[in-house]
């Protein structure tokens, strides 16, 4: 059976070898672009491959009328099955997606397979402390496969847009998440959110909320739980974040949880506030 929410890194050592396991390093930082690759070159997991945010599971060009997508917005799945060609990927691969913060990055790409129709991807729990903590090694030999020749499949998750979330605050049918920090949720993050606040009626989940101290998961049960608590119905989510990352994370949790069905906002906060006639509840905008 694939893996197809979490991975152990003893489970993953067993693998990690095996020329159809993809290990894909997603180590970011919103801040300094570079540090994930830097990170990547001086250590990683054996034949790892580096993805980065920025340029492998985003595609900055603005919409088809010139319009902001956010910071971090999808390529086309088109685009995106070439890059994983290029990764090595085939339709039988075992992806794995790994960072060094508990998953806040990885989790983007797992959701990004998963568009793309490959149900066979996890995220390594605990990330790369978790598989340094296991005793194995780590290796800064560049990471290549054959080309790979996975095609476009059916999407196993969902999408939605700023028109729906706007048609959303009238209908209120379905209950939006935003998976940023309390400070940056309520606008008082400047350095990341330059206009602060969220969407109105946004419920709040830290996407660290998922975690435990050891920066794994929390069981699935808990995950429930807590999830129950914020929506009735997995199906009516729509998870969000500043540009359409963490909030993938949200999503696996779900996932995790037995909780399938939610929908991604890809443009998120970033493309939210860059239209000045959409609502801006907590915060301010210049």
């Not at 975690?211 to 929390?218: E, I, P, S, T, Y």
Request: charged content about 20%; overall charge negative; proline content about 6%.
């Amino acid at each position: 059976m694939p893996y197809t929410t979490l991975i152990a890194a003893a489970d993953l050592a067993r693998h990690v070898l095996e020329p159809d396991w993809i290990v894909l390093d997603c180590r970011h930082d919103l801040v300094n672009p570079e540090a994930g690759r830097a990170a990547y070159d001086a250590g990683h997991i054996p034949n790892a491959q580096f993805a980065h945010l920025d340029t492998d599971l985003s595609d900055k060009t603005p919409g088809p009328h010139g319009e902001f997508r956010g910071r971090h917005p999808l390529p086309e799945r088109a685009a995106f099955i070439e890059t994983l060609r290029r990764w090595g990927i085939n339709h039988d691969s075992q992806v794995v997606a790994c960072d060094a913060q508990g998953g806040m990055f990885a989790a983007r790409l797992w959701w990004m397979l998963r568009w793309a129709g490959h149900e066979a991807v996890a995220v390594l729990d605990g990330g790369l402390p978790a598989w340094t903590a296991h005793g194995m090694w780590l290796s800064t030999e560049s990471g290549s496969k054959l080309r790979g020749n996975i095609e476009l499949r059916r999407s196993i998750v969902s999408t939605v847009s700023a028109g729906d979330v706007v048609a959303n605050l009238s209908s209120g049918k379905r209950t939006v998440i935003d998976a940023r920090a309390p400070d940056r949720y309520r606008g008082e993050n400047e350095t990341l959110d330059p206009v602060g606040g969220h969407i109105p009626g946004a419920k709040n989940r830290f996407f660290k909320d998922n975690l435990q101290a050891d920066g794994r998961f929390k069981p699935a049960e808990q995950l429930r739980q807590e999830f129950d608590a914020l929506i009735d119905a997995p199906e009516a989510g729509i998870m969000q974040c500043g540009s359409g990352v963490t909030a993938c994370h949200n999503l696996l949790a779900m996932e995790i949880a037995g909780l399938p069905g939610a929908a991604l906002y890809p443009g998120s906060w970033s493309e939210w506030c860059g239209d000045r006639s959409r609502p801006v509840a907590a915060g301010n905008r210049p």
